[in-house]
């Protein structure tokens, strides 16, 4: 049996990387792509999705795009953690007539109304495609199957202020909005993957060598000795080999955390992380604490759960089948074909 998910992403580097967890597991079945402004601008985005999908051999996955900025703030983007055009080293370029006339918002909507009560939707960047759905159809938690949302810090720093996550700092109005309508009944809670267990997994430079080997390419310092040959390997070192200077100057260790493949990978797999039912809300005013996300984890607020937050999870499990889906994936589509 497969699972129809649907991602919402701002494809970045490791958006990237879910993008070909999903279209690589073969219990899945990618309904479409949303894209929001995030990591870089929404044409970049949709631009890197479509380009990565069609690498990868599914041109027939519909790209939508969404919402070009936060709901209320203006939109910050992040070209020294995904690079100039979000992609790190590696270059894309889409065909214009690739991306869908359909907003990602109908695409979310329609989708949801479509198979009620199938659907898995996946968010990956700033919530801001999600809030301004529910907006449109205050049903849609109902509607989904589940909602995962890759967001958040709970017990561990924050990655862009001392207590703040990327994608809630980029449009903590539209986290809080989200995080409200799922207090009011969603089909099931949405799983939440913070920071607390995406960086329990590192990708290192041995993992790409086994995905490059798989394609019967050698590598050099994260390059592909026979890069033209290989396209989609040769895409995945450029881009990881950015990501991965990144972490080397602000993380300390040479490789890269990869939070939004393990959402995916736990959407696909529940049994990959262990979670806690908790009430969670999302800081919009506070002076050092934009962004922030609070969990109720005493039980003192006296509202009703609203997520299923993920706090430890089987990182090498998740890493293992993360090289063996994209190895299998370069090595069918390797060559372009
Ligand atoms: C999240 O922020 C983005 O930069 C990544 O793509 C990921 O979704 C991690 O904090
Ligand atoms: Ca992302």
Redesign the pocket.
């Known amino acids: 049996m497969t699972t129809p998910i649907l991602l919402d992403v701002?494809t970045?580097?490791?958006?990237a990387l879910a993008l070909l967890y999903a279209v690589a597991s073969t219990e899945a079945r990618l309904v479409g792509v949303s894209c929001a402004a995030?990591?870089v601008s929404l044409d970049e985005v949709t631009t890197n999705t479509a380009a990565v999908l069609d690498l990868a051999g599914h041109p027939e996955v519909e790209v939508a795009p969404g919402c070009a900025g936060p709901v209320q703030r203006p939109l910050m983007t992040?070209p020294e953690?995904?690079g100039p055009t979000g992609t790190g080293y590696g270059t894309l370029e889409a065909a214009p007539d690739r991306i869908s006339g359909r907003s990602g918002i109908d695409l979310i909507v329609d989708s949801a109304r479509a198979e009620p009560g199938e659907i898995t939707l996946v968010a990956?960047?700033p919530l801001t495609n999600v809030a301004v759905a529910l907006r449109r159809e205050p049903r849609l938690l109902y509607l989904l199957k589940r909602l995962v949302i890759?967001?958040g810090c709970f017990t561990v720093a924050g990655?862009?202020a001392h207590r703040t996550?990327?994608?809630m700092h980029v449009d903590p109005e539209a986290a809080k909005e989200v995080f409200a309508a799922a207090g009011r009944g969603p089909r099931s809670l949405p799983l939440v993957m913070p920071?607390d267990v995406?960086e329990q997994a590192r990708l290192l430079p041995h993992h790409v060598a086994r995905i490059a080997e798989a394609a019967g390419a050698s590598m050099e310092s994260l390059r592909p000795l026979v890069s033209d040959a290989h396209p989609l390997l040769s895409f995945i070192a450029d881009a990881l080999r950015f990501y991965m200077e990144f972490h080397d100057r602000y993380d300390g260790f040479y490789g890269a955390?990869v939070?939004?493949p393990f959402a995916v990978a736990a959407a696909l797999d529940p049994c990959l992380v262990s979670t806690a039912d908790t009430t969670v809300d999302v800081e919009t005013s506070g002076e050092l604490t934009t962004g922030e996300t609070v969990a109720d984890f005493r039980r003192a607020w006296g509202r009703e759960p609203n997520a299923a937050v993920a706090l430890d999870g089987r990182a090498d499990l998740f890493l293992e089948r993360l090289v063996t889906r994209i190895a299998g994936l370069v090595s069918r589509h390797g060559g372009g074909s």
């Open positions: 701002d970045g580097i490791d958006d995030g990591n992040t953690t995904h990956l960047g890759m967001g990655n862009t996550e990327w994608n920071l995406t955390f939070h939004d």
